[in-house]
């Protein structure tokens, strides 16, 4: 089978399986409310992520596990993040930023002393909380 096929195919059933949903909406950890986003995703761990780490984490790419979208709001993708980390995989999405796992992506994030992992682990800490019921 030609190359081109196998990877267009890839592409086609990469797109229809991310179209049914995130893997984590359904998950009852996750609180039904939709939280607010934070303006430390807005104004500083989104436009770091846009930076390192969505050229690789959008549909159809190799970052299969944490799946942003350019055409969603930041809202969406806050949500997708949020998701991803009150799913049990907090110490997984700070580990791969800065080398201490294994990621395909390098170390985004250089070391736990960099600006941008100290955003990243905050908002980590934001998302581990339930959401305020106005």
Not at 108 to 126: E, H, R
């Amino acid at each position: 089978m030609n190359v081109r096929i196998k990877y267009t195919a890839l592409a086609m059933c990469s797109l229809f399986i991310l179209s049914c949903g995130s893997e984590f909406k359904n998950d009852p950890r996750i609180a039904a409310i939709p939280c607010e986003t934070p303006e430390l995703f807005i104004n500083e761990v989104w436009p770091a992520m846009i930076e390192n780490c969505v050229g690789c984490h959008y549909p159809g790419e190799i970052g299969s596990m944490l799946i942003f979208n350019s055409f969603d709001t930041v809202d969406e993708n806050y949500n997708v993040l949020r998701n991803y980390v009150r799913s049990g995989n907090a110490s997984k999405l700070l580990g791969k930023t800065i080398g201490d796992l294994f990621h395909g992506g390098g170390t985004p994030f250089i070391d736990a002393n960099s600006q941008n992992y100290q955003n990243l682990s905050a908002l980590v800490d934001i998302m581990l909380q339930d959401c305020k019921q106005e």
